[in-house]
């Protein structure tokens, strides 16, 4: 009651400020009871309360609010009556769940679900949704919505437009293929832009609009980017980065030093590529390799990932980005728990020093839930394992860097485009080598039956070193029934310098960093022994040369407060 009274007669930032610290401090952690019967469900991960979760949509940072909305069912676990879920927060952190904005009622343009999308805040004051409907005939068209008060801090009431939907299929469009609508930027000439994914011929298509209000739309000539060799393409994002730093730019923003990332979701991936985008002509040129269908391409992460949506964020001037995690049980275990799907951790995302490819990593609001800490210094592996106890095991974040000497003894790796998912899974964690497989062993049961491993090996190629990451499922769970995937990319670094790793362990998820954030994995583990207190942590070492653990920092981590919104 109190808190109903608090936020309903609110008087500005600082009073919402101290409801939420009284949340965060008030409400208790679930049981130990609770946690038995919820294994899986996770402690710092956003996910609602019950019921299915998919792509993020329209992220954004609006008046000192953070917004993040998300393809939801409200009735139940499994995929249907697809809305718009809404959830507000302060730090990325603790979120207040709200009532969904859009749900699908309107037989003429989303009747059969209110898709993916974006946001586009116009001229920096007027937030609208641009959003994929499927109409009575289930035919995908793009549709718009405003906020119906732009006092409310919170904005929890939207209103779709009556002019919907905006955008229907071309007729060179399949009706089913032409959804999810990019957040707009603004040209040279005053003109917003979005992106569409699409396939075209076999091909999958940016295809590029414009439009004076933000309102009315034109599709150009061209589009911006497609490739021959992939099919369709989901969930587009589109986005500037600046040539040296961390710092993040505004969809918008132009300047000399700037290249520009294409994100397109296809093959169950997030495959991206970055350019040059000539505003003028609006044309968008790659630089290195083009989008094709390949493990070895760039992609935000190699595990479970998926349909990606990033945002600017000018408090911090970062650019932040969810990931869609799914799930890898079946839908009767999804009936049995109540709910399905969770959101990445928000990274920051940014282009590397070597310019080639992007980095990401947690946003550094994750640091406030750390909680007991272990560090070990220069500590040398000979082989075997190492235990990392005084920290809960199963809900950890994890930073450590290792050394090696006496490189020239690498193994020989005849070329160096194998593919590295395919290499991870004939050389696991079990199977010796040289230098490797070192790294973590995470949510191990007492006997190892039970374990996910993610490490590295490392090969002398023609040219140059190379450093595998992996990520391996394959004893993550004594279950048969749920998935076991090995993930596997190769890193951009020298390792005579120090090879680094930091892994957030939360129950059922697992979200992996290499080399600084240079390559991403994450995996869906179920296990059935290495739960809540029966988890342990491992640094472990299966190859023949000695390693060093140069620094390791462990931490215990605190549970983020996911609340509905009184």
Known sequence: MWLGRCLREMVGFWVVCVCLVLIVNGVKDASEEDDQLQPYRTAFHFQPLKNWMNDPNGPMYFNGVYHLFYQYNPYGPLWGNISWGHSISYDLINWFLLQPVLEPNQPNYDINGCLSGSITILNGSKPIILYTGQDLNKSQVQNIAFPTNLSDPFLRNWIKWSGNPFLTPGNDIKPTQFRDPSTAWMGVDGKWRIVIGSEIDGHGTALLYSSTDGINWTRSEKPLHFSSKTGMWECPDFYPVGNGGKRGFDTSEQGNNTMYVLKASYNNREYYVIGNYDEKTDRFGVVGNDFMVSNTEFQYDYGRFYASKSFYDNAKQRRVIWGWVNEGDSESDAVKKGWSGLQS?????????????????????????????????????????????????????????????????????????????????????????????????????????????????????????????????????IAEEVDKSIYGAFLDLDPHHKISLRTLIDHSIVESFGGEGVACMTARVYPKLATNKEAKLYVFNNGTETISISTLNAWSMNKAQIVPMA
């Open 345 to 477: 951790f928000p990274r920051s995302v940014w282009l590397s020093d070597t310019g080639k490819q992007l980095v990401q990593w947690p946003v550094d609001e994750i640091e406030k839930l750390r909680t007991k800490q272990v560090n070990i210094t220069n500590r040398e592996l000979k082989g075997g394992t190492l235990e990392i106890t005084r920290i809960t095991a199963s809900q950890a974040d994890v930073e450590v860097s290792f050394s090696l000497s006496n490189l020239n003894k690498a193994e020989l790796i005849d070329s160096e485009t194998v593919d590295p998912q395919l290499l991870c899974a004939q050389k696991n964690a079990s199977v010796s080598g040289i230098f490797g497989p070192f790294g973590l062993l995470v949510l191990a049961s007492n006997n190892f039956t039970e374990q996910t491993a993610v490490f590295f090996r490392v090969f002398k190629g023609p040219n140059k070193f190379l450093v595998l990451m992996c990520s391996d499922q394959s004893r993550s769970s």
